[in-house]
């Protein structure tokens, strides 16, 4: 038996603010479990569901010296589908209204929670053959694996994996404080190590000493050698090429399944979607405040509100986005101008525009099932998940062909009569809009092509099936 801990700051069914949380709580349901143990650490945040909360139980607490005085680090774990997670618990750390916030705040947190994680393992009895770190808040645990935590007999030989969900977020602050966080000696701030540009760095500290990077998508493995996607360690990944591989991301085919969702009116499948599909549309339109109306072209949008995904490009013509024949259905929190933006066009097109700006799982199952199409115009996407989502619901997806929607979405070819969804290449706003109004096309004038485009895409297979065993295969490497 392998024994894997998955390091993370959010996971589903806890905590999630985006899709990190959906690998990091699905992932390790699909690994061959006579063969690997994978269990999860994460911070017991007091903005968990309370039905969550409370169903957590004490295993241990000690106290450990970090930044300056003793501190608490409680132990609770919940078993969920055979998997053990485990929560690292301290009131002043993790008791916010949100799991991120404050930059300054974060980074002493995670730093804090990767000492505490790696210090809980010898209290729960359990040894890592690899530690699976996720993002910026682990990227302290290789290094950490590489320096306090060397010694002894039960750390000895864990070896370590970074994964990049998102190569924008890299914990940063100025060396002095990053020093004192970390609590690492002077030795490691160095351009080689944990420096980047005269700050500290604690992602760049994770790709640095673990023993192999992935991330989400093979496309984003790419992209991030270069400048434009690097965001400033593309020398440094270019370095580690021998070491990283792209896995692309799946989704939970037992959440996400248009047949059995409880949250949606008509359940449906591959066979019956052009019967049955359109009642979910119908009665979306109801309950964003849309007039229901089965022969308008609606667009999805569940998404973060912010730069990465391309709101700008649907800023820029979100006007001539606003047709008569089509609606907007969006579902998102995130940057003031974009909410703001969206709010403007529901007012101004209060029948062609719904904004719905806050977090709800159910509302983003409806909208993955009822709209006709999903548009995710991504500046750079390590992976997505929505676009895998609609495809699974039968929603035809519209992406920039970046990083993992590159990957995931083929383009319709109307000659060749293949392809699961639209596409565009260049981050042009116009383009965007010209491709859409292809989509558009389509879906009026070309009824059974749209229909196969969408009977290809449910067919396809992006559940965890491939991509775990991916995983497995590198675990094996690493430990042979
Ligand atoms: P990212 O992780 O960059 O935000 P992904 O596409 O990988 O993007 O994952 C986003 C996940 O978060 C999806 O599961 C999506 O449905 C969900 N999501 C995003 N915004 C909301 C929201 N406002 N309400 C419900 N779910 C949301
Ligand atoms: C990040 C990325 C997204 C990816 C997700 C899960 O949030 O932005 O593209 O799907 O992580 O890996």
Redesign the pocket.
Known sequence: MKNILFVTSEAVPFIKT???A??AGSLPRYFNREKYDVRVILPRYLCMKPAYLEKLTYVSHFYMYYNGKNRYVGILTTVVDGITFYFIDNEEYFSGEKPYGDWFWDLQKFCFFCRAALSALPVVGFKPDIVHCH?WQSGLIPVLLKDSFRGGEFFRDIRSIM?I??L?FQGVWNVPVIKQFTGLSDYYFTSDKLEAYNDGNLLKGGLVYADKITT??ET?AEEIKTEFYGEGLDGLIRARTNDLVGIV?GIDYTDFNPETDPHIRKNYNVDNFRKEKYKNKLQLQSEVGLPSDKSKFVIGIVSRLTD?KGFDLISCVMESLCQEDMQIVVLGTGDARYESMFRFYTDKYPDRVSANIYYSEELSHKIYAGCDAFLMP?LF?????SQLMSLRYGTVPIVRET??LKDTVEPYNEFSKTGTGFSFANYNAHEMLRIVEYAKRIFFNNKKDWNMIVERGMKQDYSWSSSARKYEELYDTLLK
């Open positions: 985006g899709g990190l959906d690998v993002d994964t969900h998102n924008k989400v998508s984003y991301n990465q991504s996407e390590p992976c997505g998940l990083g993992g």
